[in-house]
């Protein structure tokens, strides 16, 4: 009974800790310069908060949206996160360029005489807002300080979900956003009876394997892991829709692999597992992925059991649909995808 109960205390006391550390969780902010320097050594996609003094809302955003513990960790995840004082009399060198705020005179005879209100905008507010001019806003800059979008408005918890997983994971790229935030809202915000998550044949890898050396036929794997939220995306939307579902199970093996299952698996001349010593992933789709551990990732084998190539990152079923057509009709041997795309004709 002690033993169990030293155990239960055990246990208890890790929930707690770890409990406290996640609202504990906060934004780490940078000043621009910082980040400038932060994304030289180690890129990382950059979210500049755009705010003012006098803007009520970029405090509520302050106290709600950037204090919740999930928003605030997947940030510092993907991006070096920046406070931007819209306002600033300061004199700023982005990205090699000199910015000033031709009103700082102006503005620091306000501060002088201790009054509030409005002041000129900055110059380079003014170029990362596209010269509109509303509080909140955010910006996205990619790794090269490239400005993705600025993104107006006052966000909530919810509501700034899809923007930074929009273009923090990449999905910018390939998908319009409306069409993405459309299955994100399927996804995530409905009862799961509005997707059918089982309108592929999923099978297990080994069997798919197996299945191959018997009647060769391609293998669509789809390698995730149950923390990516990517992953969940395509799995209650890009593969429950019916031209995708229809169009893999009548061509492919489709397999949806757990990049962190422990089965031994026959492949690759060799049997393949989940050592579990230097990184989580089994061995398998570590090779599959040649070692570019990006969740959801989708690989394609030969009927040889033979990996043809691996597409990483999340793709919608518009997106999804010429990729598969482009490895399934052997395109991929003669034509480069792009040139590809450009007399292929999609059934949406």
């Not at 360029?97 to 507010?125: F, S």
């Not at 669509?220 to 939307?237: C, E, G, N, Q, V």
């Not at 043809?308 to 991929?332: C, M, N, W």
Request: glycine share 4%; proline share 5%.
């Amino acid at each position: 009974m002690k033993i169990k109960f030293i155990w239960l205390y055990i246990l208890v006391l890790f929930a707690v800790k770890t409990t406290a550390q996640r609202l504990q969780q906060e934004v780490k902010w940078f000043t621009i310069e910082e980040a400038q320097e932060l994304v030289k050594k180690q890129p990382k996609k950059i979210l500049i908060d755009m705010y003012t003094d006098w803007c009520g809302w970029c405090k509520k955003m302050d106290a709600e949206t950037f204090k919740h513990p999930n928003i605030a960790a997947y940030i510092n995840q993907y991006f070096y996160a920046v406070k931007f004082d819209a306002e600033t009399a300061d004199t700023i060198v982005f990205n090699g360029k000199t910015y000033v705020n031709e009103g700082a005179q102006q503005i620091l005879q306000m501060e002088k005489e201790g009054r509030k209100g409005r002041k000129p905008t900055h110059n380079l507010a003014k170029e990362l807002m596209n010269n509109k001019m509303s509080f909140p806003t955010i910006v996205y800059l990619d790794e090269h300080l490239n400005n993705l979008s600025p993104v107006p408005g006052y966000k909530s918890p919810s509501n700034i979900e899809p923007f930074i997983m929009y273009f923090g994971e990449n999905v910018y790229k390939s998908t319009p956003f409306d069409q993405f935030n459309a299955y994100f809202q399927k996804a995530f915000k409905t009862e799961p009876a509005t997707y059918d998550t089982t309108m592929i044949n999923w099978m297990g890898m080994q069997e798919a394997i197996d299945q191959n050396a018997k009647e060769p036929k391609m293998i669509f794997l789809d390698i995730y892991t149950p923390w990516a939220s990517l992953s969940k995306l395509m799995f209650r939307t890009t593969y429950t829709d019916s031209i995708i579902a229809k169009y893999i199970n009548e061509n492919f093996y489709a397999v949806h692999f757990n990049a962190l299952s422990k089965d031994t698996i026959t492949m690759f001349d060799g049997q393949m597992v989940n050592e579990g010593k230097a990184h989580p992933y089994h061995s398998f789709a570590v090779s599959a992925l040649q070692g570019k551990m990006i969740f959801p990732s989708f690989v394609f084998i030969d009927g040889n059991n033979k990996l043809i190539t691996a597409v990483p990152e999340y793709r919608s079923p518009q997106g999804l649909e010429p990729i598969l057509k482009f490895i399934r009709e052997g395109d991929y041997k003669t034509e480069q995808f792009q040139e590809y795309l450009k007399t292929f004709k999609s059934s949406y």
